[in-house]
């Protein structure tokens, strides 16, 4: 089975939830004995310097991409307030990526062409002109729904008004693309209903990120004597993470300060903003962006995930997880992964509920190391890498046996 994916990020280094989705979501495919490419918009904001392919990439066919400029631009925001089409979509449509896609379809016959998120949907007509090819979408999010949630907590009125009119621009655009997949991939079940209240009639498989054997061979930590510190780390140029972390910090931190005042915050992302590498805070700690994430989880007994919006699924939660950390973080970041609280992590909504989270966690070892235990032994069992690509080549090789008939 030839397949290509679409991803509107070059999917490396393997630092962020949406590239380690599609990196393990791409070996596991493989193992399936898949040939997998890749074309991959190489945009300012996660921009691959290197000049050739990372060896953690080895397990594609063919890896291509094409370098785009989408950087948010005053005066083409301000003119997209006059017209009908999404900002958020307008800014991954590229001539140079059409070329090169079409390029690819018309040397290759590829059996399914996989869209990584709602953002190349305005590819499909290039796809559906030059192949004959199954069109999936991954569903990493349902897009609009994140920033529903973003204007909802944005206290600027003007901002608020400007973000809820590009948010319904985007939600037209996701409800209308709907019916242009032959499979639809949400990463949670949640997802999936979400999009059937919206719609959606294509076939779907429900495709979570899975954890690979690397991480699941870690040894758990020790919490014989457990140091107290927090770790967080995640994509700081994704809104959701930098509106919870910042209001971590506003609103939490100061209270486990007084009740823990020898507890430490560590900080780690990818394109950390100036105010944070600036802060100024006893007990926190901002190192950037970290040269790997398994070190930087693994050497904190903690690790927070406050979001207040997004949607999906945590990929660093399953990896805290699977570390055998215990992931304290709200029911936002929590949706999609049917951990239980206070048996695989610690779900905590207000500042008051973090700190008796803190202090039920710190109050016995023996709890802590059962619930990491737990923790650890729950995503090995339910988000397998393997089992996840065996479940998705399934569903594929019926669509074009289906298809063939």
Not at 75 to 82: E, K, Q, R, S, V
Not at 156 to 161: E, T
Not at 340 to 369: C, G, H, M, W
Request: proline share 5%; aromatic share 8%.
């Amino acid at each position: 089975m030839k397949i290509l994916l679409l991803c509107k990020k070059f999917p490396y280094p393997l630092k962020d939830g949406e590239s380690i989705a599609i990196h393990n979501l791409s070996q596991a495919l493989t193992a399936q004995g898949c040939q997998v490419s890749i074309l991959a918009m190489n945009t300012k904001k996660h921009f691959f310097q290197g000049s050739g392919v990372p060896k953690e990439m080895s397990h594609y066919h063919q890896v291509e991409t094409v370098e785009i400029d989408n950087r948010i631009k005053p005066m083409a925001a301000f003119g997209n307030l006059f017209s009908s089409e999404s900002y958020h979509i307008s800014r991954f449509i590229s001539a140079g990526f059409t070329a090169k896609l079409e390029q690819m379809l018309q040397h290759n016959s590829y059996d399914v062409v996989q869209l990584e998120t709602l953002y190349l949907a305005p590819y499909i007509p290039s796809i559906r002109k030059y192949s004959d090819a199954l069109v999936s979408m991954r569903a990493h999010n349902v897009e609009h729904e994140i920033w529903e949630r973003i204007s909802s907590h944005t206290s600027n009125i003007m901002k608020r008004w400007y973000l809820r009119h590009l948010t319904e621009k985007l939600k037209r655009f996701e409800l209308a693309s709907l019916h242009l997949y032959d499979l639809i991939i949400p990463i949670t079940k949640r997802d999936l209903r979400r999009f059937q209240k919206m719609g959606c009639k294509a076939k779907a498989v429900v495709t979570p990120i899975g954890i690979s054997s690397t991480i699941q061979s870690q040894k758990p930590t020790n919490y014989k004597h457990p140091k107290k510190s927090i770790s967080f780390i995640g994509s700081l140029d994704w809104m959701p993470n930098i509106e919870g972390l910042d209001w971590f910090i506003r609103k939490v931190w100061p209270g486990i300060q007084d009740v823990f005042p020898d507890m430490e915050l560590h900080i780690a992302g990818r394109n950390t903003p100036q105010h944070l590498l600036d802060l100024n805070i006893p007990n926190i700690f901002v190192h950037g962006e970290v040269p790997e994430s398994v070190p930087f989880i693994d050497a904190h007994p903690l690790m927070i995930v406050p979001l207040l919006s997004g949607s999906g699924m945590r990929a660093k939660i399953l990896e805290g997880m699977a570390l055998g950390k215990i992931v304290l973080t709200t029911s936002i970041g929590l949706e999609g992964i049917s951990a239980t609280n206070k048996e695989e992590v610690i779900v905590a909504n207000t500042p008051d509920q973090f700190i008796d989270s803190l202090k039920y966690i710190f109050k016995s070892p023996q709890r802590q190391k059962r619930i990491a235990a737990q923790a650890k032994a729950f995503v090995l069992n339910e988000y397998d890498n393997i089992e996840v690509g065996k479940r998705l080549y399934e569903a594929y090789a019926s669509q074009l046996l289906t298809a063939a008939v």
